[in-house]
């Protein structure tokens, strides 16, 4: 009640201040011109006609009339702020309601319950009142794929059922990983966009298909340090990041066919520090950054490990960039840079292991740029 008793006091002295000024105002007005026409001295010699009087007094209630409307202008200014004080109200408590009861449903022990919790959950996300409500909601999303989760038991005749009960519950966290990569591909701004948000997989699962193709991460700080990419295919194609800080330092991609064709990295650091590319089981854990293009940010590789496989950067541009593969290693893996461009940008291979990447000085060109660093193996013999 407090609440609402305030707009109206401060209201009621605007009022009584708004009516004083006007019948200042009205006073001043009249005398100033009764002065200006010289009539200051009315009972000596000049004569204030009644045509005159009328004018004056006619302007004062215009006067008048200009403050009613003032005092008019500011009620329904301060009107509009309070409805709009008590709508964001209203709406803050109707989405923190919906909160508590989405993530109640999260918790629940029913795959179907909780899949509903989800879709809630992205959508308040989308309707939230501020980007502090929807951080709130996408960070609950995250949390909740950062749970840990019973492997599956397999599917023989003795572990069916759980088998079945893995299967519903794995499909929470992929439509949670499929509504991220959905919001994350729409333009900034409008809405269901997520562009912009923190997005925190820190030490995530991911045991399928993701696809992130065609995201945009922008400006929000984005995590997948310590995630674990196994089976199916891991798919950043067209991928954007652009400003803030994107990390898959100690990601391990295992057995995980990964895209990151046409990806763009600008603006911002994005790191794979000491993250490790494997392909496990004899699949083959292929790296795809054919044609991405490193720009104006810094993306480090430092540490990381290429096992098996192919990793190709294939028709990628270096150019005014910081990219640093230092202390990389390869093994038994082909590592490709078939017509690649190196314009400008700062490239370092110091320290990395194996032998030299296919078509690497070719793409580098001779003599060896400045700007590009090779280990003293790699480097061309002089002739």
Partial sequence: ?????????????????????????????????????DFQEI???????????????????????????????????????????????????????????????????????RLGGVHALAGLADDAPDDGLRQTCIDVLCAYLQLPFTPDPGDGPTYQEDHHRFLAFRNVRHTILRLIGDHYRRP?????????????????????????????????????????????????????????????????????????????????AVNFDAAVFSGGDGTSGNVSFDEAAFTDGQVSFRGAVFAGGKVSFELAEFSPSAVSLLGTRAFGCDVIFSGARFSGGEVSFRGAGGTTPFQLLDAVGTPVPATVALPPDWRPSNP
């Avoid at 109206?8 to 011109?33: D, E, P």
């Avoid at 995201?215 to 984005?222: E, R, Y």
């Fill in 43 to 113: 009972d000596t010699t000049a004569k204030l006609d009644a045509k005159t009087l009328f004018e004056l007094v006619k302007i004062s209630f215009g006067v008048v009339a200009g403050a009613g409307a003032l005092v008019a202008l500011v009620v329904a200014y301060r009107r509009q702020r309070v409805d709009e004080a008590g709508a964001h109200r209203e709406a803050t408590r109707l989405h923190t309601e919906r909160f508590s009861q989405a993530v109640e449903q999260l918790g629940s022990d029913s795959p179907a319950v």
């Fill in 188 to 268: 900034r701004g409008t809405h269901r966009s997520w562009q912009g948000c923190d997005l925190d997989l820190t030490g995530v699962t991911i045991d399928g298909t993701m696809d992130f193709r065609g995201a945009v991460f922008s400006g929000g700080a984005v995590s997948f340090s310590g995630a674990r990419f196994s089976g199916g295919a891991v798919s950043f194609i067209r991928t954007r990041f652009t400003g803030g800080a994107v990390n898959f330092d100690g990601a391990r991609f295992t057995g995980t066919t990964v895209f990151f064709s046409g990806a763009a990295f600008a603006g911002g």
């Fill in 1 to 37: 009640m407090t609440l609402n008793r305030q707009p109206r006091s401060t209201v009621g002295w605007a009022l009584v201040v708004a009516f004083l000024v006007a019948v200042v105002a009205v006073g001043g007005v009249f005398y100033g011109l009764v002065y200006l026409l």
